[in-house]
């Protein structure tokens, strides 16, 4: 039997690296013509912006993170 915080039996993916939820980017160009929508995979909401930000660079987009 497996105690507590006893890794050995699982995959790696589950070991290793940060719980990455799904966040749902909105990018609105600035004349309000165009809205683009897109799902990024984070760790945390600071890190989905980031995200966004290096996906759409270039666009001229306000960005938003629901």
């Known amino acids: 039997m ?3 915080g006893d890794r050995s039996g699982l995959p ?3 070991i ?3 719980i990455l939820r799904t966040y749902e980017v909105h990018g609105l160009d600035r004349r309000g013509w ?3 929508y897109w799902w ?3 760790s ?6 980031a995200r966004a930000k290096e996906r759409f660079q270039g666009y001229d987009l306000t ?3 629901k």
């Open 2 to 4: 497996n105690n507590i």
């Open 16 to 18: 290793e690296g940060p």
């Open 44 to 49: 945390s909401r600071s890190e989905a912006i």
């Open 63 to 65: 960005i938003s993170i």
């Open 40 to 42: 990024i995979a984070a």
């Open 34 to 36: 165009c809205t683009v």
């Open 12 to 14: 790696d993916y589950l």
